[in-house]
């Protein structure tokens, strides 16, 4: 290990006292009391606590100079729940599908624009283990779940998306905002989305909504195998069982239709 390697992870260690100590005070707090706290110089604090309020995570009192965590940690926390609840309720559903049709499960959400796997089942040959894993994160456009994912977007929120640049993984891969609309209306028609080899050439992917008790799609679950066997005659099975086994799951967590 590098000593450079050394020093960011003393770096985030000195960040995290930091956030401890300010999440456990009565209130907010002056920059020496965080320095004594944490027991590091006020100007290195400082620069801590200057980046926290860059990235949201912090504020300061104009009035009385003192600093404040913000509600952005709640956030997090929530969506850590979620993760959490969202496993536990799902895993089940993956593995019926896992030994139905043989092939990897997923359940993956959406974050800063990106499919984020949160829960892999593998399916018996471990064929797609380095594809998809726990905390892998993926283009909303070019697969399955992230087009299923995409489906609560605004028109504004769709073009900003394609504004950052649609990248083509493969030749089959969706480049352009219009094509992208016109697959999205497709998936809203058929109940599911799919990725026909657009993220990885010899994979395919089905993938279906999970919608929570107020009709939001928060998550989705995909089934994924090699070409040669998600063929013709499963990928038809996959099509109506995968969307059942969706619906069923956003019933647990409160939608009806």
Do not use: W
């Not at 009385?64 to 509600?71: D, E, K, R």
């Not at 992208?180 to 050439?201: F, P």
């Amino acid at each position: 290990m590098t000593s450079k390697a050394v020093k960011k992870n003393l770096s985030i260690g000195k960040a995290l006292q930091i956030i401890e100590t300010m999440a456990g005070h009565s209130g907010p707090m002056r920059l020496q009391e965080v320095a004594n706290a944490v027991s590091q110089p006020p100007s290195t604090t400082l620069r801590f606590l200057n980046t926290l309020m860059d990235y949201g995570y912090a504020g300061q009192d104009p009035a009385n100079l003192h600093y404040f965590l913000t509600m952005k940690f709640c956030r997090i926390g929530t969506l850590i729940s979620r993760q959490i609840k969202m496993r536990e309720v799902v895993r089940p559903f993956l593995d019926v599908l896992t030994r139905k049709f043989g092939e990897s499960t997923c359940l993956a959400i959406s974050q800063d624009d990106y499919v984020v796997y949160i829960d892999v089942v593998d399916g018996p040959d471990h064929i797609l283990q380095t594809l998809q894993r726990i905390g892998k994160i993926a283009p909303l456009h070019s697969t399955g779940v992230g087009k299923c994912l995409l489906l609560d977007y605004t028109e504004g929120q769709l073009s900003k998306l394609a504004g950052k640049g649609l990248s083509g993984l493969t030749k089959n891969t969706i480049t352009t905002e219009s094509a992208l609309l016109a697959e999205l209306s497709k998936v809203r028609r058929q109940g599911y989305g799919e990725d026909n080899e657009e993220c990885e050439i010899g994979v395919r992917c089905v993938a279906a909504p999970i919608r929570d008790y107020s009709g939001k799609v928060i998550a989705a679950i995909s089934t994924s195998g090699p070409t040669h066997r998600l063929n013709t005659e499963k990928l038809k099975l996959v099509r109506v069982e995968l969307p059942a086994t969706a619906a069923g799951i956003s019933k647990r967590l409160g939608y009806e239709l």
